[in-house]
């Protein structure tokens, strides 16, 4: 839930550490800080933004060429200075950056204030490296056994950086259940959160796994030993990431920039994966299960937020196409509710960070129960895709908005392609309904290109409404997931509080919200229960709601009963979700962006859920 970044080599640290934590923001943003070694070890840290940082520092000795710095996403303490990061050991030797928690720091904190240590913050990261120079001066160890001795003691999740004043050629990182890559260059190297913070200074990474720790040497490189002492070959990848995927490339947000990639995006899911005349699909990623999946008795799907409502669109996906009793589950009950899990149930856990604590604890679970394991995951390396089975990367490409937009997308059309393989395969639809959604399918990135068309009129929409306390979503169907995605795009980077309901739920409950104020988005698409949804607008009117329609291209009934409709081209009904979002994504940008609200970066939220 924060970011981490760490260098050591030939360039001056400081300005790596800061390009690297302004790409890093994303995940965490109450607080910042940076420690430098240069004879001395200098820390400098504040609440607030990486920006703020730099306005700190200004005029301050800076220099020096090993370097830790982050950005925090607040757990344990107020986000203010003193609980930013980095912590001190208690000769104050020694720094530490840290992402995730550690459980058991109550504990170790007291026995550790027992022996004389005092602490300067609430948080828990500030007790680990306590315990590391306490291991290190009572057990007589250098300082990588004493991290190793230290790891083994701790509970929780963590991926660390550590320098010491007394070692300014060395750089320890570790991490479990938190991401972190080790980038290589000439002479140079770089620990990080994620690959963006190295990316213009080399493509050779090397990611750890959990219980792996890295001591970076000046001169000699990397070496990687697990918290057991083993020794570990580093395995080294190429870093496919390129720099203008990272870069906002004039668009005002990452969030707009996000919503407009979507032609692409889709396009990108689909390469390689929907072939030839027949319109075959290859999932090479899940391939060698094949068997399994077309025998599947069960399908459970399980994610958070975003990711959750592209699996409960892939419900109604799996039992229209391949006939198959899918379940959707939210990540954080499915871990906590022993769940009854058969040899013959396919999991596929979906989350674009592929980091989301509740998710990877969730696979972990199916897996002790015997499950095959599925990953629709968009970072690639992550630890949701290493923990699985197999499964299948979105290829969305970097997203960094905190609101979730093309990864969503990107999501539903993996499930779609595995729902028509499967369905084919089992022989749950026709040959002519799979060509017919097969060839819709691949028109659908120009079909959303369409959609992007009505961006000014839906900023004219949301000039209208971006003032309200509430706002209703309904759907039904394959838009009543898109209903629940477009209110929680609105909650969170608007800050207004707003419902998704199926349709045809309102009069058992919701309608009694509906006055003059309400806005109430209305998915009514060309679909089975047209009728259904026109006569669901008709009781909203009654009440004097004010309905903003997503309506298909032709549709003239209800263009006369809404107060705004905002069209979308027709396809299938199964493909609607990777259209009607569009508008529901532009709206709640645009009532943020008029609100004056942070869209990348909303507060209280992180890009990617690290701890539970
Ligand atoms: C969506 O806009 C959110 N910011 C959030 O709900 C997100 O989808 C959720 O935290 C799951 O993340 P994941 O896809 O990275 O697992």
Redesign the pocket.
Known sequence: MCGIVGYIGHREAYPVLIKGLHRLEYRGYDSAGVALINGDLRIYKIAGKVSELEKETEGKNTHGTCGIGHTRWATHGEPNTRNAHPHVSESKNLAIIHNGIIENYAPLKTELKKRGHAFLSDTDTEVLIHLIEDIQLNEKVDLVEAVRIALNQVIGAYAIVIVSKDEPDMLIAARKSSPMVVGIGEGEYFVASDASPLIEYTRNVVYLNDEEIAIVRRDKGLEIITIHNETITPYLQELQMQLDMIEKGGYDHYMLKEIYEQPNSIMDSMRGRLIGSRNTIVLGGIKEYEKKLTNAKRMIII??????HAGLVGEYLFEDIARIPTEVEYASEFRYRNPVINEDDIVIA???????AD?LAAVELAKTKGATIFGIC??VGSS?PRATHAGSYTHAGPEIG????K?FTAQVTVLTLMALAIGRKRGTITESKYQSIAIELSKIPEKVQEVLKSNAHIRQIAEEYAHVQNFLYLGRGYNFPVALEGA??LK?ISYIHAEGYPAAEMKHGPIALIDENMPVVVMATNMSAHDKIVSNIQEIRARKGRIIAIISENDEVIEEMAEHVIRIPDTEESLTPLLSVIPLQLLAYHIAVILGRNVDQPRN?A???TVE
């Open positions: 994610g958070c937020g975003t990711s959750w979906i989350s674009q960070s592929g980091e989301t998710t968009n970072v949701i905190v609101a979730s937009t990864a929680l795009k969170e939220l890009k990617s859920v």
